[in-house]
Nanobody, 124 residues
């Protein structure tokens, strides 16, 4: 089992940057693929980025590819989401999640463990 806590959200102007962090408890962090999802008001939760256990493989939603970078530090039990060139449409609550599957999953239903979320608001 793993517990996740996100941080780093906030208010930023369009074109700005934020780095989200997801701190995991326990000693099994390196056994999980990690994902970042987001949910805007009135919309379904959507996949943003995922990273494999080793950190060697990543996957991104088309809407953020080239602007966001997911990474992880297995020694510190932390996953990151670096967000650059932010747009107003990136405004959402961002969640990190852990998945024990072999492959990176894009469906939220595949992830067993979730953080509480952190708000990201991008102003025009």
């Amino acid at each position: 089992q793993v517990q996740l806590v996100e941080s780093g959200g906030g208010l930023v102007q369009a074109g700005g940057s934020l780095r989200l962090s997801c701190a995991a408890s326990g000693r099994t962090f390196s056994r999980y693929n990690m994902g970042w999802f987001r949910q805007a008001p009135g919309k379904e939760r959507e996949f943003v980025a995922g990273i494999a256990r080793s950190g060697e493989t990543t996957q991104y939603a088309y809407s953020v590819k080239g602007r966001f970078t997911i990474s992880r530090d297995n020694d510190k039990n932390i996953a990151y989401l670096q967000m650059n060139s932010l747009k107003p449409e990136d405004t959402a609550v961002y969640y990190c999640a852990a998945d024990y599957s072999y492959l990176i999953r894009v469906s939220s239903s595949s992830y067993a463990y979730w953080g509480q979320g952190t708000q990201v608001t991008v102003s025009t």
